[in-house]
């Protein structure tokens, strides 16, 4: 089971980290995604990292701004949001599984729940 949380208002310009914690087993060795989803729109991939953490993938909305990360110790992914701008407001999910297209959120076999990210002034 996945949990993601860390979401919360922030300003243009502002940091806010988002953590995916999984319960019942273990986040080694499967990809893990960010997909974030704002009102009115469709579904989007935000970033991927690899099983092993070697292999990192970013929309390229958010490239350059948002670092994707993995603590083994933690069973935990992290999702670094930096220079955050208006257009990030959305619901997050985090997901995991074994994708061809890491963008594509039916390749994914387990969601989390979401948090809701604000960025306004």
């Known amino acids: 089971q996945l949990q993601a949380s860390g979401g919360g208002l922030a300003q243009p310009g502002g940091s806010l980290r988002l953590s995916c914690a999984a319960s019942?087993?273990?986040?080694?060795?499967?990809?893990i995604a960010w997909f974030r989803q704002a009102p009115g729109k469709e579904r989007e991939g935000v970033s991927c990292i690899s099983g092993s953490g070697g292999s990192r993938y970013y929309a390229d909305s958010v490239n350059g701004r948002f670092t994707i990360s993995r603590d083994g110790a933690k069973n935990t992914v992290f999702l670094q949001m930096d220079s955050l701008k208006p257009e990030d407001t959305a619901v997050y999910y985090c997901?995991?599984?074994?994708?061809?297209?890491?963008?594509?959120?039916?390749?994914?076999?387990?969601w989390g729940q979401g948090t809701q990210v604000t960025v306004s002034s």
């Open positions: 997901a995991a599984g074994f994708p061809t297209t890491w963008a594509i959120g039916a390749e994914y076999d387990y």
């Open positions: 019942g087993g273990t986040l080694d060795y499967i990809f």
